[in-house]
């Protein structure tokens, strides 16, 4: 088991799943709270049953799958319809991301967690490592990928927590506001922080 537990947390676009990646290179155990909620909201699980009798058949795909950006639009247009998923999906996720978390064996773990300092009941961490951007750096790679409109961009954004209240909560920060190389060079630096603390 990982005894040292970091939460990873950035804004939306701020590049955490780049950053998680780099980790990884270093054979760190990666423990995605997006990919857990993919893994409840596949067809047919009791999840994916409880989305599609509160939102309809509207929510789905052609292959009856979810329709991921319609329930994005949803929740961050309905305050209420977000705490309700939010209501159903964190418990679990938690749950998961816990029992993995004990089954990491890298001298380390990260747990991804893009609400971490939204959540109310948040999975316990060692240290909280935000993935900072400048908001427009963040709104122009949104603008970029093309997926969202101006609405919806300021819609989530207000959603999460502001850029000053991630940085007042992290124990490290990574800037993500260059290139790969800068960003691989400060992942480096904190890797080997984070190896020097289990010694």
């Avoid at 400048?134 to 961009?153: A, F, Y």
Wanted: charged fraction near 25%.
């Amino acid at each position: 088991m990982s005894k040292f537990i970091i939460g990873l947390t950035g804004g939306i676009a701020s590049g955490k799943s780049t950053v998680a990646r780099l980790f990884q290179n270093y054979g760190i155990t990666i423990i995605d709270a997006d990919d857990i909620t993919r893994e409840l909201c596949s067809p047919n699980t009791t999840i994916f049953n409880k989305i599609v009798k509160k939102f309809g058949v509207e929510i789905l795909n052609t292959d009856q799958t979810l329709n991921r950006a319609k329930l994005r639009k949803i929740i961050f247009q309905d305050k209420k319809a977000r705490l309700w998923l939010e209501q159903l999906l964190h418990p679990e996720v938690k749950k998961i991301m816990k029992q993995r978390a004990k089954q990491a064996n890298s001298l380390y773990c990260i747990l991804v967690i893009p609400l971490l300092l939204e959540t109310q009941f948040p999975p316990k961490t060692d240290r909280i490592l935000v993935v900072d951007a400048p908001e427009q750096l963040q709104i122009q790679r949104l603008k970029q990928q093309g997926h969202l409109s101006d609405t919806e961009i300021q819609s989530i954004l207000k959603s999460q927590a502001s850029r000053q209240q991630r940085l007042k909560k992290a124990d490290d920060v990574i800037l993500n506001d260059g290139n790969l190389e800068q960003l691989e060079k400060q992942v480096h630096l904190l890797h080997q922080k984070y190896c020097q603390q289990q010694v």
